[in-house]
């Protein structure tokens, strides 16, 4: 199993998407975003990070199965550009965060998030907002057991 540490996170300049949908929608989301980076001159520096709204197991596969799964996509950007109706563009705020990495499907995820918790749990910590995951790889240019997926908590 992937080792915790503790990060300090930049904040981060990003244009992104909110809505609600089933987490299968999410590659269709990062590539409008990266469409329409591209088409209004943002610079994408560095990989996508979806912010997790759901705040446990059984939250997250209820809101996946009814489609009300809140998805919130985001690619970090060199400088702001301007958002639409459909597309914002904001600050991420960054801070202090408990991170584990996970090798493997994204559908198995599950053990690393289970490990996360239990390391701020037994570490006295607590989580202050949304947990996020960050894609450092494309999944269409490596086999299945090669993804990754950091996991980060921002905790005190």
Not at 19 to 43: F, H, K
Request: aromatic content about 6%; charged content about 20%; some cysteine.
């Amino acid at each position: 199993m992937a080792e915790v540490t503790i990060v300090d996170v930049p904040a981060q300049t990003v244009v992104g998407i909110k809505r609600t949908g089933r987490y299968s929608d999410i590659p269709a989301l990062l590539g409008e975003l990266v469409q329409y980076a591209m088409a209004n001159g943002g610079e994408l520096v560095a990989a996508p990070v979806v912010l997790i709204h759901e705040m446990c197991k059984e939250e997250v596969e209820k809101a996946n199965r009814e489609g009300s799964a809140i998805l919130d996509v985001n690619f970090p950007i060199a400088m702001p550009i301007t958002g639409s109706d459909r597309v914002s563009v904001y600050e991420l705020k960054g801070g202090t965060m408990a991170k584990i990495v996970h090798k493997g499907p994204y559908e198995e995820c599950e053990t690393a998030y289970n490990a996360l918790f239990a390391w701020i749990a037994q570490n006295g910590r607590k989580v202050t907002g949304n947990v996020r995951e960050v894609y450092p790889n494309d999944p269409r240019s490596v086999p299945p057991e090669d993804i990754l997926t950091e996991i980060y908590a921002p905790i005190v």
